[in-house]
């Protein structure tokens, strides 16, 4: 399967690759139900994971052909929001950085003679 990891929070689509597959291949994330996209050959699935409807974690994907054929591959699919500072970290940053210029300015212009 590519990807092996996704965000949950968007739409993502996964190729999936087997044997005997078709679009009635009926594919799931744990117990979340995906959508075939396309099943180019008999080889290749595309499906959809739909926004937000997994969870943080490992999933187990399951597939079933209508022939009553079945396969699961174990921990094959990592749902993990991206890791990403929270904002208020980058105002914090930003208004440290403008405080440190401006203390600068004043140390400068009370150390630093004027010339006039």
């Known amino acids: ?15 999936i690759f087997g044997r005997n597959l078709s679009r009635d291949t009926i594919v ?14 008999a ?5 959809v994971v739909p926004a937000r409807a997994l969870t943080d974690g490992t999933y187990n994907i399951g597939l079933t052909n ?3 054929q079945f396969d699961d591959a174990m ?3 990592t749902a993990a929001h991206p ?13 440290a950085l403008v405080g440190g210029l401006v203390l ?11 010339t006039s």
Not at 43 to 47: A, D, K
Request: proline share 11%; glycine share 10%; net charge negative.
């Open 43 to 47: 080889s290749h699935l595309i499906v």
């Open 104 to 114: 600068l300015r004043v140390l400068r212009w009370l150390l630093i003679p004027s």
């Open 1 to 15: 399967m590519d990807p092996s990891s996704i965000d949950p929070q968007k739409e993502n689509s996964l190729a």
């Open 28 to 41: 799931q994330a744990g117990t979340v139900g995906l959508r075939v996209a396309d099943a180019p050959d």
């Open 66 to 68: 209508p022939d009553g």
């Open 75 to 77: 921990g094959a699919l």
């Open 83 to 95: 890791s990403t500072p929270p904002v208020f970290l980058f105002w914090i940053g930003g208004g």
